[in-house]
């Protein structure tokens, strides 16, 4: 699976939109873009994923350069429980039944502040 | 909730003893993923299992194992703990058929501290 390049941290102040980037210049055509977060020692929760067209859910944005080397993550009112490191992983979908791991890199750490 | 249950929620023991942590899936899922996060190391896969048979491997040590029973539930085992093996301990499992979201779905995690 494709590296990927996240900033270690970043702040957000609590109603603003928060804007998470991620560099992922070798991701191959068959590779999708997911994010997923963890709140405190949490189980990682699945937030968005997307390959080429920008997606939006009740959580988030997600936004893909057109060349697809890479996203922004957007939490469009980030509140206190946003506070999380959140991981962006580029990963190929099986081509069978059995489904692929995902590889975590460091993530960035957001810290939402009143 | 996830629907993935992980037990035992916080597990203590003494190095060099041997523990089995446990994951239920959601219903239906037919993958597991064991997962290790541990502070200075972040999460890593360990190992992953699909209908009872191993289908990829990761950092997994050799003084662990695991298995994914018939009725799907799985164990990881870990043996001749040392202090660096205290971590989080996760398990996740992916939708049955690999259906086109990929989304794995985490436990809340096992806890183990070796002292």
């Known amino acids: 699976d494709a590296k990927t390049t996240q900033p270690p941290s970043m702040d957000c102040a609590e109603g603003r939109a928060a804007n998470l980037p991620c560099n992922h210049s070798?991701?191959?055509?068959?590779?999708?873009v997911y994010w997923y977060r963890q709140i405190h020692s949490q189980g990682p929760q699945y937030i968005i994923h997307?390959?080429?067209n920008n997606e939006t859910n009740e959580m988030a944005s997600l936004i893909i350069t057109e060349d697809r080397k890479s996203s922004t993550l957007i939490l469009p009112h980030a509140t206190l429980r946003d506070t999380a490191v959140y991981y962006c992983?580029?990963?190929?979908?099986?081509?069978?039944?059995?489904?692929?791991?995902?590889?975590f890199g460091k993530g960035t750490t957001l810290s939402v502040s009143s | 909730d996830s629907g993935v249950t992980q037990t035992p929620k916080h597990l203590i023991t003494a190095t060099g003893q041997r523990v089995t942590l446990r994951c239920s899936p959601r219903?239906?899922?037919?993958?597991v993923y064991w997962y290790q996060q541990s502070l200075d190391q972040g999460l890593q896969f360990l190992i992953q299992?699909?209908?009872?048979?191993?289908?990829a491997k990761g950092n997994i040590l050799e003084r662990f194992s695991a298995q994914q029973f018939p009725d799907l539930h799985s164990e990881l085992n870990l043996s001749s703990l040392e202090l660096g093996d205290s971590a989080l301990y996760f398990c996740?499992?992916?939708?049955?058929?690999?259906?086109?979201?990929?989304?794995?779905?985490f436990g809340e995690g096992s806890r183990l501290t070796v002292l």
């Open positions: 996740a499992s992916s939708e049955q058929g690999g259906s086109l979201s990929g989304e794995l779905f």
């Open positions: 070798t991701i191959s055509g068959n590779e999708y």
């Open positions: 997307g390959l080429k």
């Open positions: 992983i580029v990963r190929a979908l099986s081509a069978n039944q059995a489904g692929t791991a995902l590889i």
């Open positions: 219903s239906g899922d037919l993958s």
């Open positions: 299992y699909y209908n009872g048979e191993e289908r």
